[in-house]
Structures are given as structure tokens and as C-alpha cells.
């Protein structure tokens, strides 16, 4: 269309608008502060915004045409090919439309955690996907800080009932056994009262006890895990009236104390939301590697997992994927087939676990 009195072409309404569309979602992904890169079907970067490209390290000459493998640290960057393949065959993804925690790896090498949502979208007939990354370095730290407070603070309330608690449940046991031998040596009926006065006590000294070393473990390495485990199921057994099994498969290789650790305060945590909320009076705690992945699953036959009300917390669920995600790992809780009740599933990379 021409302007009569120029003769110039006048621009077309529908090219301006979408002109001017494009121009603002450029505008868009240039100035936002999420790392957002596109990819195609067979896994090559397609565009990277500045942000991403200040996340990774790299150049936008860098990363444009090369497979976003680059970004992950192995073995995900080996893999990924395979997960991509499995989605496109299957419609099943563990990522795409989900999001979640995961490793990238900068130019340099360092590895840092990072949130990854990813879209999928399909133009001219073909297959896109748009992945959104952010940094969550400090937010990690500061989810480890958290913990290892928690961790202090459970370890000194331990302390305190094996140091101080126990040693007055010992003082009043000494006491009533000296009432029932006085009592035994008058003839006194009394005695036998006397005699159940400090059975009990004594329960109650020992179950002090299995509390305190539950609270305040020692540091620990992948065989201490194991023997924390045994006892922990042992304990639970024993103060709940409850049947607890512990079963260790294949040797998980851990080197990590602190990941022994939070593996340890998930499998106690699992345990008391079973029997405190799920009235569960069997559990079964299982340990096991396959390949490089390892598995902690607690599993119950209790009333089965209900997201906590609104007006609850639900702190317990939320500190226990805070310690699966500090080790690298995932947490997942689902209905245990066909018995009601619930299993709790942590799974993680043994060689990743130390991550920082």
C-alpha cells in the first residue's frame, strides 16, 4: 500500500505489530535476571541471554550451536543426551514442565547448584525448549546454615539428657533401691511397690539414654551410617513399641560425614512423621546403590502421607528435602502399593553428595 501524495510503500499494521512484538520480548530476555536458554530438539543452544551467559562464563560465540551439555558436570552431561531422546520418545520427562534442583558447571569448572524450569515449545512444526536457571548458591549456604544449627542444637539437647538428666534418673534409682531394702529388711509389703518404683526407672534411665544417642550422633563415614541406621531402627523398636527393620543392600560409598549425617536426620525424621501422624507400627528402612545412584527409602504402614494443613508448618517435610537437596539429592514421598501407608525415598549420586 502506497502513500498517494509520496508514492512511499506505508508499512504494513500487521508486520509493525509484529515487529514490535519481537522487539519487546528481545528487550525482555536481554534485560531479565533468570539465565534463560533455548534449545533445540537434538540438544544445541539456540540463544542464551546475557544472563546466562554471565551465569556460565561464556560468550555468546561460545555457547550459540553447542550442545547445553557443556554446562553439566558429569555424569549429567553424559546423560543428558539420553534424557532428551526418552522424552521426545516417551512424552515422560524428569525435568521438562516439572523443574527442579540441579548442578550446572561454569567455564571454569566450578560447579554450582542452580533451579531449572523448562518449557517446551513447538514452532513451524518443530520442537523447542526454553530453560530458565538461577543461581542458588546463597540460598544453599544459608539452608546449610539453618541445618548445621539445628544439627548443634539437637547434638547439645542430647548431650544435655545423657549428662544431665540421666545422671538424676541414676540419683533416684539409687535412692528407691535403697527404700526397697529397707522395706525388704523391715518385712514391709511395701518392697514390692518399692522394687516396680525402680524397674521403671531404670527403663526410663535407659530409654534417656537411646534418646540422647539418637540426638547426638557421632560424626559419621558410610560404615558408621550403617551402624547409625541398625541402632536407630534398634531404638525405635524398642521405645515405641513398634516393628523397625533396617536392611542394607549394596555398599554405599560415602566419604562425606556430613552427608552420612543428613541422611541419618531424614531417615529419623521419616520415622516419627509414621508414627507420630501415621499411627504406623512397621517400618522398614532400606539402604541401597545401583550404579552410581544411591537409594534411602523409609516406608511404613501407617494412614499414609496428607499435605500439612495450611495453618501447620509441615517443617519436618520441608527440612528433610532441604537435607536431601544439600546432599545433591531428591526427595519424594508416595503411597506404598496397595498397604496404605507411606514411603519416603531420598535418592542421590554417591560421588556428588559432597557437594558444598
Known sequence: MEDP???????????????????????????????????????????VNPAARKLF??????????????????????????????????????????????????????????DLSVGEVRLAGERFFTGIVRDITERKRLEKEVLEISDREQRRIGQDLHDDLCQHLAGIGLMSEVLEQKLIDKAEPESADARRITTQVQGAIEQTRMLAR???????????????????ALNTSEIFRV?????????????????????????????SNAIRHGGADEIA???DCEADEALLSISDNGSGFAEPKKEQHGMGLH??????????????????????????????????????
Open 285 to 287: 528402612i532400606l539402604l
Open 5 to 47: 501524495a509520496t508514492g512511499a510503500k506505508e508499512p504494513n499494521p500487521v508486520e509493525m505489530a509484529l515487529r514490535d512484538s519481537e522487539e519487546r520480548l528481545r528487550a525482555i530476555l536481554q534485560t531479565a535476571v533468570e539465565g534463560i536458554i533455548t534449545i533445540d530438539e537434538h540438544g544445541m543452544m539456540e540463544s
Open 214 to 232: 539418637g540426638l547426638s550422633p557421632l560424626e559419621m563415614d558410610s560404615a558408621d551410617l550403617v551402624t547409625a541406621l541398625t541402632e536407630l
Open 319 to 356: 527440612i528433610m528435602k532441604y537435607r536431601a537437596g544439600m546432599i545433591g539429592g531428591t526427595l519424594d514421598i508416595a503411597p506404598v502399593n496397595g498397604n496404605g501407608g507411606a514411603v519416603v525415598s531420598c535418592r542421590f549420586r554417591p560421588a556428588l553428595s559432597s557437594f558444598p
Open 57 to 114: 562464563g561464556y560468550t555468546q560465540e561460545e555457547m550459540v550451536g553447542r550442545n547445553v551439555s557443556m554446562l553439566m558436570p558429569e555424569p549429567y552431561s553424559s546423560e543428558h543426551g539420553g534424557y532428551l531422546e526418552n522424552y521426545l520418545r516417551t512424552g515422560e520427562g524428569k525435568i521438562i514442565g516439572i523443574g527442579r534442583e540441579v548442578v550446572g558447571r561454569r567455564k571454569d569448572g566450578s560447579i554450582f547448584p542452580m
Open 243 to 271: 516393628s523397625c527393620r533396617f536392611r542394607a543392600e549394596n555398599p554405599v560409598p560415602i566419604e562425606d560425614a556430613a552427608v552420612s549425617t543428613h541422611l541419618y536426620r531424614i531417615a529419623q525424621e521419616a520415622i
